[in-house]
């Protein structure tokens, strides 16, 4: 599970791997529950509106709320941990299931997401009793494309708020991701697009979304652990 990343920051670096317009992140250092940026398809794509972008940049609440939800289940559902989403079983989840199944899939840009590590060796290495944090980035220094799911919910004030959610997939037989996380718990990754694929994930049918569940190669990412106290890149 990934419930610390960094936000891409820079306005120029959305619009050339994203092909968004550049917003400000309201946080760079991101926690679950915290405003972010995420890309999607506009939902008025399919208006005929020549104006409307193939691709949108929009600020919403890490940690997915359904739209399903109902004002009375609305104190529970935004207290619960739905800023990562199994894949496997999101399309069937009361939480995912209206996104995924309506097809509202988004990318979340990062300049490095972040992991535990539990191995006693970098504990020592690192002079910590407890997990030592690992900053994840590409080997090529361009920013990450995390595939997720996004969906609008309206809060205790009625007003519209629009959410997102990491998906992750299994990593027990990652050469990186399964030396992360605590022993004996099953190792799980987030879904790490290639550029090559944000238009084709965007717009993928509901029956296609599987398609683009496959682990990122291992040899194409950098994982450095993070000094206690260090502050984030």
């Not at 992140?25 to 398809?41: E, I, S």
């Not at 990652?174 to 996380?181: E, T």
Request: hydrophobic content about 35%; proline content about 9%.
């Amino acid at each position: 599970m990934c419930s610390h990343y960094q936000a891409v920051k820079k306005a120029e670096q959305m619009e050339k791997f994203f092909r968004a317009r550049g917003l400000p992140p309201p946080k760079a250092d991101m926690r679950p529950k915290y405003q972010g940026v995420f890309v999607r398809r506009p939902p008025e794509w399919d208006s005929g509106d020549e104006a409307v972008p193939e691709r949108e940049a929009v600020i919403g609440r890490w940690g997915l709320v359904s739209g399903m939800t109902k004002a009375d289940g609305l104190a529970k559902a935004e207290k619960l941990s739905t800023f990562n989403a199994r894949s496997e079983s999101a399309a069937t989840s009361f939480t995912f299931g209206n996104a995924r199944r309506r097809g509202q899939y988004c990318i979340i840009p990062a300049e490095a997401i972040y992991e535990p590590d539990h191995r006693e060796e970098t504990k020592l290495r690192m002079g910590s009793k407890g997990p030592v944090s690992t900053r994840f980035t590409r080997a090529d220094g361009a920013p990450l494309g995390v595939a997720g799911l996004w969906d609008r919910y309206r809060n205790a004030a009625g007003e519209l708020v629009d959410s997102f959610t990491m998906l992750t997939i299994n990593a027990d037989n990652h050469p990186l991701f399964k030396h992360y996380h605590a022993p004996g718990k099953e190792k799980r990754m987030v879904v790490i697009l290639p550029f090559g694929a944000f238009d084709a994930w965007l717009t993928a049918k509901p029956s296609e979304a599987g398609d683009f569940m496959a682990p990122y190669p291992a040899d194409k990412l950098v994982a450095e652990p993070v000094a206690k106290g260090e502050p984030p890149v």
